[in-house]
């Protein structure tokens, strides 16, 4: 998705700060009533609630033009097949070709949430409801998008190119588990998933040589795609370096569809078309919209407590057996990683987790997250990203004991999975507290949490 940033984990015992990379925290900024609306908020469709929160549920898009359209653009998205293959063009043979080399194809074996996919989706089985996602899936849907923007605008055919290269290989040097384990290799070995990209994207990796042949071959200088990835994307629109990117726009889509909510009618299609179309209010509607919804799946998933705690708890184990690692283990695979380390799957076991947590982690924690806002004083039409989409950091606390008790009390009352926005839920009354800054979200989550007691009720 985006840069990463430091957690500190602060032990009591000798107030060291340890590093821990993940990715962009960002929590929300404005998000008037009326920039999006759902099922569950609109009073005109509450005779189709029906199974509000799941997603099942059929979505009535009224972020932007309200109608029955179900194609990409108007919110529908297949996350688990985001690239379809569906033309003859260069680009799509060079995605192809792409998806063919070892670096890439690695990509499947490295979850998209790092540690924290595992915890959400306990038992994945492939349906809509438990399904993990891989980075490679991830980077086919980033290739897509930046396809489809390709389709939008008018570029040479070298430049075509070298966008969808970049777009398709932006997260190949990711360690096993993501953002959750590179510290801790950074940390001992020196390394990190920007230069283990350089050193595939350009051949100097053994793993990453089929690469630098496929670039080759379709005449694409490596260092002209590293170049677009470390910001030189001007003639991209700044869709690999700005707030509003490919990355993120798919990313923050895909992470949001572990939340069990309604889509509100977002797509990564729609939103980067919306990103291109600055002339109408319904485009700085979509990309106001989406923004917070940015934040609303940080506050609630990456940046909340319980994914903090499970990436403290991977990165406190590796490091405890760092001593059997070598750098090359950061381009291996996560099956890799659970052969070498046991304790990493013991680490999944409900019932082994809470000892293995208290032994290898300090009982107080602080972390960062980042608090997104909208300057609205600035014309979204101008283009000025940077200035209207603004970051800040702040800083959290959470004990180890507050997150095993309350997980505690999720498996006793029946598994987190079906009471992930309950008050006490997955996350914590965090999640209710991050909703209040917005209407739409503090109305989302009041209606959503309500018609799923209701169903309880009813069903008891």
Not at 134 to 158: F, I, M, N, P, W
Not at 260 to 281: C, D
Not at 349 to 364: C, E, F, G, Y
Request: hydrophobic share 35%.
């Amino acid at each position: 998705m985006e840069r990463s940033e430091s957690l500190g984990f602060i032990h009591p015992r000798d107030s060291q700060a340890v590093n821990l990379e993940q990715e962009v925290g960002e929590e929300v900024g404005e998000n008037p009533n009326e920039l999006v609306r759902g099922d569950c908020i609109d009073d005109r469709l509450s005779t189709r609630i029906g199974n509000c929160g799941n997603e099942r549920a059929l979505v009535v898009d009224q972020l932007l033009w309200e109608s029955g359209d179900t194609s990409p653009e108007n919110g529908q998205y297949d996350f688990a097949e985001p690239y379809s293959g569906y033309d003859n063009t260069a680009e799509a043979e060079l995605i192809d070709a792409l998806s063919e080399t070892k670096a890439f194809r690695r990509l499947e074996d490295i979850r998209f949430l790092g540690a924290l996919d595992y915890f959400l989706v306990s038992q994945p089985n492939g349906k809509e409801t438990s399904r993990r996602y891989t980075r490679q899936q991830h980077s086919l849907g980033v290739a897509a998008l930046a396809k489809a923007y390709l389709d939008e605008t008018r570029h040479s055919a070298q430049q075509r190119l070298v966008c969808v290269a970049a777009a398709m290989l932006h997260d190949v040097g990711h360690s096993p588990f993501s953002h959750t384990l590179e510290p801790v290799f950074t940390e001992a070995f020196g390394v990190d998933h920007h230069r283990a990209s350089e050193r595939m994207i350009t051949g100097l990796a053994p793993l990453g040589s089929d690469i630098a042949k496929v670039l080759k071959a379709f005449g694409i200088d490596p260092l002209a795609v590293l170049h677009v990835l470390n910001g030189g994307d001007e003639h991209f629109d700044r869709f690999f370096s700005g707030p509003i990117n490919f990355d993120t726009i798919e990313g923050i889509l895909r992470a949001r569809s572990y939340l069990r909510m309604q889509k509100l009618g977002l797509s990564p299609l729609k939103v980067m078309k919306a990103a291109i179309a600055r002339t109408s209010p319904e485009s700085q509607h979509v990309i106001d919209g989406f923004w917070n919804s940015k934040a609303e799946v940080y506050s609630l998933v990456i940046r909340s407590k319980r994914g903090a705690f499970y990436d403290a708890l991977f990165q406190e184990i590796v490091r405890r057996h760092v001593d059997g690692l070598t750098a090359d283990d950061f381009y291996t695979t996560e099956t890799s990683m659970f052969r070498k380390i046991p304790m990493l799957r013991d680490a999944l076991d409900a019932q082994k987790m809470p000892a293995i947590a208290r032994n290898v982690l300090p009982s107080k924690l602080v972390y960062t997250v980042r608090q997104f806002d909208i300057h609205k004083s600035v014309d979204f039409t101008t283009y000025d990203d940077a200035k209207r989409y603004a970051q800040r950091k702040t800083r959290s606390f959470l004990t180890v004991e507050e997150i095993l008790q309350g997980l505690t009390a999720i498996n006793a009352d029946g598994g987190a999975s079906e009471r992930l926005y309950r008050d006490k839920g997955l996350f914590g009354a965090e999640a209710e507290r991050a909703t209040h800054g917005t209407g739409f979200f503090r109305s989302a989550w009041r209606a959503c949490r309500n018609v799923w007691l209701l169903r309880s009720t009813r069903s008891s």
